[in-house]
């Protein structure tokens, strides 16, 4: 059974910078990737960055170049360094993990960019 647990979260100033970290657990037989995902209120959730088992790495265009998602040699542990951080940034984070078709989800971490 997969276990996702995401920390890291919390307040910071526009322009700063956070790393959020997953620690996962259970099998990754057929696993296609690792990644994050934010849902901010009264919005979808949606794609942050995700890395996929040939070390593609995919951003949303609203993170590219200020966000960079990185992993451990064993997929115990995903980070997605965040930095220049801007209000617009702040939602609920959570770390995905997906094994064939089939979505695990962690409880989330909250991110809040404001002065």
């Known amino acids: 059974q997969v276990q996702l647990v995401e920390s890291g979260g919390g307040l910071v100033q526009p322009g700063g910078s956070l790393r959020l970290s997953c620690a996962a657990s259970?099998?990754?037989?057929?696993?296609?990737?690792m990644g994050w995902y934010r849902q901010a209120p009264g919005k979808q959730r949606e794609m942050v960055a995700i890395?996929?088992?040939?070390?593609?790495?995919t951003y949303a265009d609203s993170v590219q170049g200020r966000f960079t998602i990185f992993r451990d040699s064993a997929w115990n542990t995903v980070s997605l360094q965040m930095n220049s951080l801007k209000p617009e940034d702040t939602a609920v984070y959570y770390c995905?993990?997906?094994?064939?078709?089939?979505?695990?989800w962690g409880q989330g971490t909250q991110v809040t960019v404001s002065s």
């Open positions: 995905n993990r997906r094994i064939g078709y089939t979505d695990a």
């Open positions: 890395i996929t088992t040939d070390g593609t790495a």
């Open positions: 259970g099998s990754i037989f057929k696993l296609r990737h």
